[in-house]
């Protein structure tokens, strides 16, 4: 078999096997997240320019909640293979633990638990997030106001 | 598996509705009759059967694992270093807060456990109840919200205001033991 048929032949493999490599390297690949602490309170500072990228979901707190002020605490970037647990502490003696489950087609799937520092559970939920997409958790009270999580798909 | 076999159980899960059931099922919270629809399914559909395994994996693995804890030094600086961040961050962008809903609605107090806990019947009555409309509006913001499970203590509601983009899992928790 020539070299040119032999390259022919591999790229044809190669097409062929493509819709199978998502499968095989889902479960190593690992799952990319972001997770923002914002202390959002009532008093007449503003918005930390650092929130720019969630500049709709802040408005719409400002707007139903009356909050005045953000401030960003904390902002980590995440990332787990399936099923495997990422944890941090988070202002407020909670823990914030994060599993991604599924991602496909730019959707991720995770697993959230918030915890006491007591190892009292306070939520599991599962969110599914296309990427980009935010969901809150909330609100742990602090100092006249109250710690919002903010996670984000990559 | 062969590359027919793929496409057949990729089409298979895409359907709608389908992988919010069955993340609900690894969850355990489907109905009697959901669950027989959704072990059929299983039966015969190997990326069913694979996204509902690591989800179970997932929720197992966070119902197992440790909680994260503060060891005692840090435990000992921890607010003093949230105050000093919240301080040092004391000249942020200033955004003018735009007048809206907030004046219809008003300051309202602080909700009670009690009244927290009658939020959560009703908010997860609309919500929970009606996955599909959670699901159908994810196109919004990408974000679905597929199960949630509070814990023994705390209450949990589903928040989103008309409308809008945000959706936020709100956690009512006990007060802290003295």
Known sequence: MSVRRR????????SLLSPLL??????????????????????????????????????????TFGYTTFQLIEALRGSAPLAQPWKTAIPGNRSLEIVPTASEGGHHTFAVRFVRSNGQVLVNSQVRLKSGAT????????QEGDIYIAISAD | MSLSEIWRHRAHLALPGRSHL???HAAGETSPAEGQRVEAWLASCGECRRLVAASRSGL????????????????????????RRLDRGGTPAVRPVR??????LGDHPRLSLASAA?????????????????????????????????????????FQMPESP??????????DPL
Do not use: Y
């Open chain 1, 22 to 63: 998502p499968i095989v390297s889902s479960a190593e690949t690992p799952v990319a997240f972001q997770v923002r602490v914002i202390h959002a309170t009532k008093q007449p500072k503003g918005v930390d320019g650092r929130l720019a990228g969630l500049a709709k979901e802040i408005q719409e707190l400002q707007k």
């Open chain 2, 22 to 24: 069955l993340l609900r």
């Open chain 1, 7 to 14: 390259s022919v032949c591999l790229l044809l493999l190669g």
């Open chain 2, 99 to 104: 007048p809206g809903i907030r004046e219809l």
């Open chain 2, 166 to 175: 945000v959706k936020i899992i709100w956690v009512f928790e006990p007060p």
């Open chain 2, 60 to 83: 197992a693995a966070l119902r197992a694992s440790a909680p994260v804890r503060l060891t005692a030094a840090e435990s000992a600086v921890f607010w003093s270093e949230v105050m």
């Open chain 1, 135 to 142: 969901v809150f958790v909330g609100k742990v009270p602090h």
């Open chain 2, 118 to 158: 009658a939020a959560v019947v009703l908010a997860l009555g609309l919500t929970l109840g009606q996955f599909g409309l959670w699901g159908a509006s994810s196109g919004m913001n990408g974000v679905e919200i597929l199960s949630v499970e509070a814990g023994d203590d705390a209450s949990v509601m589903l």
